[in-house]
């Protein structure tokens, strides 16, 4: 059974950094892109960043390009979240996905989804 | 950009329900759905506008190419209601969500 369990959320000053993990376990993580979702309390969806399985190629929304980094280390099988220059507005709960093809190559959809670690930006 | 409509849908157990989702620019048929209950995570339904994702019953069906889609769920059941999201993966990044559609019991 897929199992992506977020870590690593929690109230942070605007201006601050916070990094989040997901630790992936029930297939082979170095197969699949990885994404992080997120979701503003009350809103709808919005894809923050996605990294592929095979090349390591990364991609960000622009609210976020050049404050945040994913990354990922395949031997502990986790994908991280460094936020830096956090604001206000990045407050939401963030979701670790899986892509749904083994090939590695680039995320194009989740077919599972953590539970989710709520960031919370505010003074 | 993705649109859903409509916003919000009062329906009632056992009937049969059509959800919209509209993209700004042919996407051919790159389009997933998504459902949502509080307090959890997204799960996958539809891929490729029309394939259901594995352990999805078949009272839910996905169609529609191009610019415009949609999810139908037939005899609805108490477990079907939340918020529902399309999503296009055609052209990226981004990645693009519609804002949802509420599925309310009547």
């Known amino acids: 059974e897929v199992q992506l369990v977020e870590s690593g959320g929690g109230l942070v000053q605007p201006g601050g950094s916070l990094r989040l993990s997901c630790t992936a376990s029930g297939f082979t993580f170095s197969r699949y892109a990885m994404a992080w979702v997120r979701q503003a309390p009350g809103k709808g969806l919005e894809w923050v960043s996605s990294?592929?399985?095979?090349?390591?190629?990364?991609f960000y929304a622009d609210s976020v390009e050049g404050r945040f980094a994913i990354s990922r280390d395949d031997s502990k099988t986790t994908l991280y979240l460094q936020m830096n220059s956090l604001r206000a507005e990045d407050t939401a709960i963030y979701y670790c996905v899986k892509d749904l093809s083994d090939n590695g190559w680039y995320f194009n959809f989740g077919d599972s989804w953590g539970q989710g670690t709520l960031v919370t930006v505010s003074s | 950009a993705m649109t859903q409509f409509p916003v919000t849908l009062s329906v009632s157990p056992g009937e049969r329900v059509t959800l919209s989702c509209r993209a700004g620019q042919s996407i051919d048929s790159n389009l997933a759905w998504y459902f949502q209950k509080p307090g959890q995570g997204p799960r996958l339904l539809i891929y490729?506008?029309?394939t259901r994702a594995t352990g999805i019953p078949g009272r839910f069906s996905g169609s529609g190419s191009g610019t415009e889609f949609t999810l139908t769920i037939s005899n609805l059941q108490s477990e079907d209601f939340g918020v529902y999201y399309c999503q296009q993966y055609n052209k990226w990044p981004p990645f693009t969500f519609g804002q949802g559609t509420r599925l309310e019991i009547k």
């Open positions: 990294i592929s399985g095979s090349s390591g190629d990364t």
């Open positions: 490729a506008a029309s």
